[in-house]
Nanobody, 115 residues
Framework: QVQFVESGGGLVQPGGSLRLSCAASGIMFSSYVMAWYRQSPGKQRELVASISTGGLPNYADSVKGRFTISRDNAKNTVYLQMNNLKTEDTAVYYC?????????WGQGTQVTVSS
């Protein structure tokens, strides 16, 4: 059974930081491309960042220089370090695992950036 446990979301002021974690079980984690997506009310879900099986990151232009994605294959966990948060970063953040013909989604964690 594939499971994801996402954590680290919450309420933070503009300029603050949060670190999201997504711990996976039931998959060969090291073989999956991992990614973080987000969705805010009334908007489509969008890719925030992804990281290849070899550790190569990729970022949306809106978060470049502020967010860092990383993975720890020994812990089956992917992280998203978010710095200098802006109100427009408010959304539900989802982790996703992708194999060539398979993909799995986490349940999402709310991030709210507000003063």
């Amino acid at each position: 059974q594939v499971q994801f446990v996402e954590s680290g979301g919450g309420l933070v002021q503009p300029g603050g930081s949060l670190r999201l974690s997504c711990a996976a079980s039931g998959i060969m984690f090291s073989s999956y491309v991992m990614a973080w997506y987000r969705q805010s009310p009334g908007k489509q879900r969008e890719l925030v960042a992804s990281i290849s099986t070899g550790g190569l990151p990729n970022y949306a232009d809106s978060v470049k220089g502020r967010f860092t994605i990383s993975r720890d294959n020994a812990k089956n966990t992917v992280y998203l370090q978010m710095n200098n948060l802006k109100t427009e970063d408010t959304a539900v953040y989802y982790c996703k695992a992708r194999f060539p013909w398979l993909e799995y989604w986490g349940q999402g964690t709310q991030v709210t950036v507000s003063s």
